[in-house]
């Protein structure tokens, strides 16, 4: 084993190398634009150089003269689609803003034309030459800007609610520590390699949209309602997607628009947006401010919990991600009481990035936390153990697992936390002084319904289809796992089908679902397989019997019908049966799913389920993160030698592909600590840095020592595989982690993102 391979521990699968390592590694992967299309016309989008306002007119004479326009689409010609559900709604889009519709202009970037030409040159020359004028108003940019607009989240965003419990002003009055502190969080754009790809192909009134997307079903049903076809007639196709972090989750406005246009010109169109064009046109996650007060008793013992949040939306849609119902429950308290507002501005709708709600307003309770401990005069890890709970103090509901104070154990051990001495400051090497930090992270145990088909062949050779996504999160490695032990054949001998509509529906990509999700189908659907070979072999009653047993994966030998039954002769049973293939096809969904699960499943809706509302208790993934800081005494400048995480998740598939998920989420917290922002320019509602070379990404230089620990725990409630889900676990303790380091390196609490050097006093 190595670092990157990290030995199984018990309830832990094998660390195989990824399943598409070598297709990646060799290019051989295609990703939506990579697709050879016949004849296809490019397209290149006109965008709105106004936040607010109208236009009045395009000039598009020098733009047809360019060689090879084929066509120019405006507001004024082009097809009027139908509106669509949001996706946080139940729905398909990111936006109910759906450009050319008017003349009319609500963000910056909009899109207000298309230049479809021969060549991409072409296309991008003529887009160039488009003269845009417009009836400018002044935008509203960002939370404090004049005229934005301010109003309860409870009410506007679906199934949000305020947790509260017991008299908080009343407890927070009358305890011995109070402290209040105000957190903000900068707007951040997801910014995936791969861009925002879209192509239509439609052969007759069949459309085939290769797109990078984390919800291939979602998507085909988005495009045919607002195209007005039936969805049996649009496939998504996307074996690979480059990087999403959420951006690619529900359906933007571009794709209808490029089907559109494809289905008018009779000829197949190929869109790859730009990289700035990217921050416009699809989501982001917006800024937001957080108010926390805490009051507690002497001994270290929580009495009262409040947190507000303020978050940025579109004028279009009530947008927000609120976390509170993670950060109410995190600790036992018993006086707490919360508040989201939604805040409106002239700026295009946010979404959903990595870890949506948890990681600002874990931010801003993580950072609280610290704050407290350090009044109490506590060690932060002491002052969590005292506060710690498996009854979440909202409604009373248990912990299906939570190895919280385990992963601080195991973390502290590893990370040499008994080192750190409590007084901030007192720390230095020569010119640097060093900070010691610690936060927790946390993440909802989320699944939805999923479809499998699975086939095995008498020599032992699987196939498993499902409309599952490979975002570089392990999907193709996970799921060959799943088939390959719980059928007992070797993980060599699957393949898997992923990323394609046209395949067994699964859920979106998102919300650390995946994992769980597609796996429980795929042993559900192997099981199916299972009992017939076992019926073929074995007496009908002890089958049945059998079929009750919850054989643990991984942990025994799957062609087994129980723990106790001797093997069973894999091909005996298919010559019992007398045949060559046994395929199965099944929809499994997750205890505690709304009853229209399946029928929204087939319409490529989502029902997620989990977290808080997970059945009668509350199911979370944890972890313990550390940071160290060195910030030169004489120059502010900020560096992070080492990250280390502590993480429990219950069932790892891969502690390979686990590993590198929960680093990459080390990485992206640490940067979004100190160095990530969409910077604004006020005036005009504009995101200035929207480019790689001004969007800062932490490189290897950055992070020097990242170091994962994955601790065993068994988790029988959440689901059948006992898997919690971990894509979004790594990134929600590391800003605080990070804050809180650099308050015990220097002495200075910095409450807004990200921390950079001239935020330092020097
Ligand atoms: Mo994740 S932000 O739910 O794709």
């Avoid at 709105?48 to 084929?70: F, P, W, Y």
């Avoid at 202009?105 to 991008?124: F, K, N, T």
């Avoid at 707490?336 to 874990?362: L, Q, W």
Wanted: charged share 25%; glycine share 8%.
């Amino acid at each position: 084993m190595t670092t990157a391979a990290p030995e199984p521990k018990a309830n832990m699968g094998q660390p195989i190398p990824r399943y598409d390592a070598v297709a990646k590694v060799t290019g051989k992967a295609d990703y939506a634009a990579d697709v050879p299309l016949v004849r296809p016309a490019y397209a290149f989008l006109i965008t709105s150089a106004i936040a607010k306002g109208r236009v009045t007119a395009m000039e598009l004479e020098e733009a047809r003269k360019v060689r090879g326009v084929l066509d120019i689409i405006t507001h004024e010609n082009a097809e009027k689609l139908k509106d669509a559900k949001l996706f946080n709604d139940g729905g398909y889009v990111s936006t109910t803003n759906q450009p050319l519709k008017s003349a009319d202009i609500a963000e910056e970037g909009q899109i207000v034309g298309v230049v479809l030409a021969e060549s991409y040159e072409a296309a991008r020359e003529a887009a160039h030459r488009v003269r845009v004028t417009y009836d400018a108003r002044l935008p509203t940019t960002t939370l404090d800007s004049p005229g934005t607009t301010s109003a309860p989240a409870k009410g506007q965003v679906s199934r949000h609610e305020d947790p509260h419990v017991g008299n908080f002003d009343k407890a927070f009055a009358t305890s011995e520590v109070q402290f209040e502190a105000t957190y903000e969080t900068p707007p951040q754009h997801h910014n995936p390699m791969e861009l925002f790809a879209t192509s239509c192909v439609w052969n007759g009134d069949r459309l085939t949209i290769y797109e990078p997307s984390q919800y291939v079903h979602g998507l085909k049903h988005g495009v045919a309602e607002q195209l007005g076809i039936e969805a049996d007639k649009v496939r998504v196709v996307n074996s690979y997607v480059g990087g999403a972090f959420g951006s690619k989750g529900s359906m933007t406005p571009r794709t209808a628009i490029i089907a559109s246009l494809a289905r008018r010109l009779g000829r197949p169109v190929k869109l790859v947006a730009t990289r700035d064009q990217g921050f416009n046109i699809a989501t982001y996650r917006a800024e937001t401010r957080h108010s926390i007060r805490i009051g507690a008793n002497s001994n270290g013992k929580l009495a009262a919990l409040s947190h507000e949040g303020w978050e940025l939306s579109s004028r279009a849609d009530p947008y927000a991600v609120s976390g509170t119902k993670t950060t109410t429950r995190l600790y036992d308290c018993p006086n707490v009481e919360s508040h989201v507002a939604i805040v409106r501005a002239d700026r295009n709708t946010p979404g959903f990035m990595r870890s949506p709600p948890e990681v600002p307003y874990m931010f801003a309770l993580e950072s609280a936390m610290d704050e407290v401990a350090h009044l109490l005069r506590m060690d932060p890890i002491e002052f969590r153990r005292l506060n710690d709970t498996m009854k979440e103090p909202i409604g009373g509901k248990t912990y299906t697992s939570r190895s919280l104070m385990a992963c601080y154990d195991e973390g502290s051990k590893a990370f040499g936390w008994a080192a750190r001495r409590s007084e901030p400051g007192s720390m230095a090497d020569g010119d640097w002084l060093i900070g010691y930090g610690c936060a927790t992270t946390c993440y909802p145990t989320q699944m939805a319904p999923a479809a499998a088909r699975v086939r095995l062949q008498r020599d032992g050779r699987t196939r498993v289809e499902i409309a599952g996504h490979e975002i570089g999160n392990g999907a193709y490695t996970v799921i060959a796992q799943a088939a390959a032990e719980r059928l007992g054949v070797p993980v060599e001998q699957v393949s898997v089908f992923i990323g394609d509509s046209d395949l067994p529906p699964a859920p979106v990509a998102g919300g650390s679902n995946s994992t769980a999700s597609t796996c429980s189908a795929v042993m559900m659907v192997c099981d199916q397989i299972r009992q017939r070979l076992f019926k073929a072999v074995m007496p009908r009653e002890s089958v049945v019997d059998k079929a009750k047993e919850t054989v643990g994966l991984g942990q025994t030998p799957v062609t087994q019908a129980a723990k106790s039954d001797a093997p069973v002769d894999r091909e005996k049973a298919f010559d019992a049966l007398g045949v060559g293939v046994v395929e199965e096809y099944g929809e499994w969904k997750p205890e505690g799913a709304p009853l229209d699960s399946f029928r929204a499943m087939h319409k490529g809706q989502m029902r997620m389920v989990g977290g808080p509302e997970f059945k009668s208790g509350i199911a979370y993934a944890f972890g313990a993160e550390f940071v160290e800081v060195r910030v030169n005494r004489w120059t502010r400048e900020i560096r992070v030698p080492r990250l280390l995480g502590a993480f429990a998740a219950g069932r790892i598939m891969n502690p390979r592909t686990a590993r590198s998920q929960l680093m990459g989420g080390l990485i992206w917290g640490m940067s979004a600590a100190l160095h990530e922002a969409t910077e604004m320019d006020e005036r005009y509602a504009r995101y200035v840095n929207d480019n790689l070379a001004d969007y800062l990404v932490p490189v290897n230089a950055d992070t020097p020592s990242v170091e994962v620990i994955l601790l065993s725990e068994q988790d029988d409630q959440v689901n059948p595989a006992g898997i919690k889900g971990l894509g979004e676990l790594g990134n929600v303790g590391t800003n605080a982690a990070v804050c809180n380091a650099l308050f015990h390196a220097t002495g200075q609490r910095i409450r807004q993102l990200p921390v950079r050097l001239e935020k330092l006093e020097v």
